[in-house]
């Protein structure tokens, strides 16, 4: 009976047992085998550099026009060199979403990711590689600010800069010659433009949280313009506690500046907020220069222009927002010759004038990159970035993911609801959080 | 006798050895992996991901290393019930949510069973279309309600007349109606399932039930109520636990208006915050799913012991 049994495939319950255990446990533990260290041992190609090679690049950057934008890259690393990039791309929120367990499991080669607390993170746990080596051979185009942005915590480079863009008000310059409004320097003179704003029956400023990260941006301006830029910096990594006057203060001035921000912020995306400030029913609006995506119509987005935040306590308008975008080497790109070697090319402003060739709404960060075809507005921003003494991330790329996520987004939208915020409470959270890690 | 009784005896004994010889060689195997692939996945499913749970809410873990797993006390029901600000208000919500399931979404259900059992014409239309909300797709239902609620493009604003105008209500992003606006969409879809599991108990009833209370001169209100209703008591059950638990792992609509915050925690979103992507903190969503877990113990516990308790 067992003999026709194995004779018509009826496998011994060893073996089944065994498919299925991995089947199953594959399904459910694939967190936690992936938390074991199994990562593969990285993949040397010392050989490989000379040609031929297959470089694997994981990217998030899924939205049509970066696509193609990093695709073109690609396109002209492969015609320079004999090696070619596989891209493997994700859509971007489950990329970052699941970036914990691809970094651990077989991550590609190299990756799409971001400067600042997100990249250092991933650096000291040893799911990043240092690029050095590239860096030694480009790393003299990029500014100070950026060679910062892209350092780890033990010195290396971690990071190849692609594009960064700025956060700022953006206005629409018909409406404001119609009205005879100047661009405020001051905290002051912003408070005095929106009460006149308002009075003309406008939203003063265009704003939208539904989705809780964009009011991060108000609060690291203010921040960053009343207690300068390295106190940012600290309270996002949590050296400064948030239980003190400096952070009250934040939220104090916030508090004046909140009748002016759209109340209906709280259902509302960008996207949604972008169409106010489109059709002149709001008068600015602070955000990051992806903005300018929303405005499909050409007279629009032509009428559109830029000005930094207002100063107020201390250190002027030093300081910028403008998130950094690049590329990162994974575990598995360690000491890859052909990876060093597309590090490489990604640092030259042939790279970067092709990428912005194809996606204009970010700025091309490397030195000798063509700037001539700049649209106004973006020349506006590029010096905006390049005039600032220290550029910050965003409070999301500042911070631990968890303290974005997890206490800030609901903290501020109780704050934009109320006006009122519980910065022991904040404190508290923080505390635990970071001792989390 | 016995020379004839003899072989007989030992023939049978011999057939009966060989039978049981053959079903131990081939059932040892076929039980085995009957009982022993379903325990496995039991197992691996079930039972190994509660345990881990419930250990990692002692502990303090980055979800990297498994080195860098430290043991944390009892800091993260601390930290949960003493300074986590969207604990208590997603208890509420959740409260609210079991109430309202239960005193608004379950009978309109039951209603609508009742009513799409009478013999009217279209009856298996009404059903399908009444039911189409359960098996849509979550990325679906979100536009659909973004359809119905949108501030200035929604349907309820425009029909309302106050769409673009300042008296627009925004119902997702005004915490003081979004709970509500969501509890509309969960009902829309609980009242479709609950109303299936009517039907089917309705049908259940004996006929001979009704006609009995009929010639004893019962009103259709008092035959429903007295005799219909208690009738279905097995299907009653059913109903209540279904409500119960719909209520505690409540978390898919509110997950995809705004992630479960500004109005609409529940406990399950914050799981779900606090244990995916980049916000993890393991300790945390653990401690909390723990949380989940105990209150969901006890409508569990009522139900396995009534159907195995009827069953006795």
């Given at each position: 009976m067992t003999d026709r049994l194995s004779e018509t495939g009826?496998?011994?319950?060893q073996l089944s047992r065994r498919s299925l255990f991995a089947l199953s446990g594959g399904v459910t533990l694939a967190g936690l085998a992936a938390c074991?260290?199994?990562?593969?041992?990285a993949a040397s190609g010392s050989a490989a550099a000379q040609g031929g090679q297959t470089i694997t690049l994981g990217s998030g950057a899924s939205d049509d026009v970066p696509k193609r934008a990093y695709q073109a890259v690609f396109d002209a690393y492969a015609k320079k060199s004999s090696n070619t990039v596989k891209v493997n791309t994700v859509p971007h929120n489950d990329f970052q979403n699941n970036i914990n367990s691809y970094l651990q499991g077989s991550p590609d080669m190299a990756f799409t990711w971001f400067a600042g607390y997100r990249m250092r993170y991933y650096a000291s746990k040893g799911l990043a590689s240092p690029m050095d080596d590239a860096w030694a051979a480009?790393?003299?185009?990029?500014s100070d600010g950026l060679a910062k942005a892209s350092t780890g915590d033990d010195g290396k480079k971690y990071l190849m800069p692609m594009y960064n863009y700025p956060w700022g008000f953006f206005f629409r310059k018909s409406v404001w010659a119609a009205k005879g409004y100047t661009v405020p320097t001051t905290f002051d003179a912003l408070k005095t433009l929106c009460t006149k704003m308002k009075a003309d029956g406008l939203i003063p400023i265009a704003f939208a949280d539904k989705d809780g990260w964009p009011a991060m941006g108000t609060f690291d301006y203010l921040d960053m313009r009343l207690n300068g830029y390295q106190f940012h910096m600290d309270l996002c990594a949590h050296?400064?506690?948030?239980?003190q006057k400096k952070v009250k203060d934040v939220f104090d001035n916030w508090k004046a500046l909140l009748p002016f921000q759209?109340?209906?912020?709280?259902?509302?995306?960008w996207q949604e907020a972008a169409q106010t400030l489109g059709k002149s029913k709001s008068g600015m609006y602070l955000l990051g220069?992806?903005?300018?995506?929303?405005?499909?119509d050409a007279t629009v987005l032509a009428d559109i222009d830029f000005f930094p935040f207002p100063a107020m306590?201390?250190?002027?308008?030093?300081?910028v927002e403008a998130p950094i975008d690049g590329i990162m080497l994974s575990s598995k790109g360690a000491g890859n010759a052909g990876a060093m070697d597309l590090m490489k090319f990604l640092g030259t402003p042939v790279a970067e004038d092709t990428y912005y060739s194809i996606d204009s709404s970010n700025l091309p960060v490397?030195?000798?990159?063509?700037?001539?075809?700049?649209?106004v507005l973006n020349k506006k921003c590029a010096d905006t970035i390049a005039g600032a003494k220290s550029i910050s991330q965003f409070f999301d790329r500042d911070a631990l993911p968890a303290m974005a996520s997890n206490v800030m987004i609901p903290a501020l939208q109780a704050f934009v609801k109320d006006?009122?915020?519980?910065t022991a409470n904040l404190e508290a959270q923080a505390k635990s959080l970071y001792a989390n890690q | 006798m016995t020379t004839i009784a003899a072989p007989r005896a030992r023939v049978q004994r011999a057939r009966g050895r060989r039978r049981s010889h053959v079903l131990t060689a081939s059932d040892k195997v076929t039980l085995g992996v009957m009982a022993g692939v379903p325990t496995l996945i039991q197992f691996v499913l079930i039972w190994a991901p509660m345990v881990l749970s419930i250990l990692l809410s002692f502990m303090r873990w980055?979800?990297?290393?498994?080195?860098d797993i430290k043991s944390a006390g009892l800091t993260n029901y601390q930290f949960i019930v003493k300074?986590?600000?969207?604990f208590w208000p997603a208890v509420a919500h959740n409260i609210i949510w079991l109430l309202f399931l239960a005193c608004v979404a379950t009978p309109l259900g039951l209603l609508l069973a009742v009513l799409l059992d009478?013999?009217?014409?279209?009856s298996r239309l009404y059903q399908s279309i009444f039911f189409v909300p359960v098996m849509l797709s979550l990325p679906l239902i979100g536009i659909i309600w973004q359809l119905m609620y949108a501030?200035?493009?929604?349907f309820i604003n425009n029909v309302a007349g106050?769409?673009?105008?300042?008296?627009?209500?925004d119902w997702f992003g005004n915490s003081s109606v979004n709970l509500w606006a969501a509890l509309v969409a969960a009902t829309w879809r609980h009242a479709g399932y609950i109303m299936v599991l009517y039907l089917a108990g309705l049908k259940g009833v004996d006929p001979s039930l009704r006609e009995a209370a009929a010639v004893d001169g019962a009103s259709a209100s008092q035959t429903f109520f007295r005799v219909v209703f208690p009738a279905m008591k097995p299907i009653n059950i059913v109903v209540v636990v279904i409500t119960i638990i719909e209520a505690l792992r409540a978390f898919d609509i509110v997950y995809i208006i705004n992630?479960?915050?500004?109005?609409?925690?529940l406990v399950g979103a914050l799981v779900v915050q606090n244990l995916v992507?980049?916000?993890?903190v393991i300790g945390i969503g653990s401690a909390l799913a723990v949380m989940l877990l105990v209150v969901s113990l006890v409508p569990i516990t009522i139900y396995l012991s009534r159907v195995f308790g009827s069953e006795d």
């Open positions: 009826f496998v011994p319950s074991t260290g199994t990562t593969a041992p480009v790393g003299s185009s990029f050296k400064e506690s948030w239980d759209d109340p209906n912020a709280l259902g509302a995306t220069s992806f903005v300018t995506q929303q405005f499909t306590a201390t250190e002027g308008m030093d300081a490397v030195k000798g990159a063509d700037l001539s075809k700049l649209t006006g009122t915020v519980d | 980055n979800g990297l290393r498994l080195s300074d986590y600000p969207p009478q013999q009217i014409r279209g501030r200035n493009e929604g106050i769409a673009n105008t300042s008296a627009a209500i992630r479960g915050t500004n109005g609409l925690e992507g980049e916000g993890q």
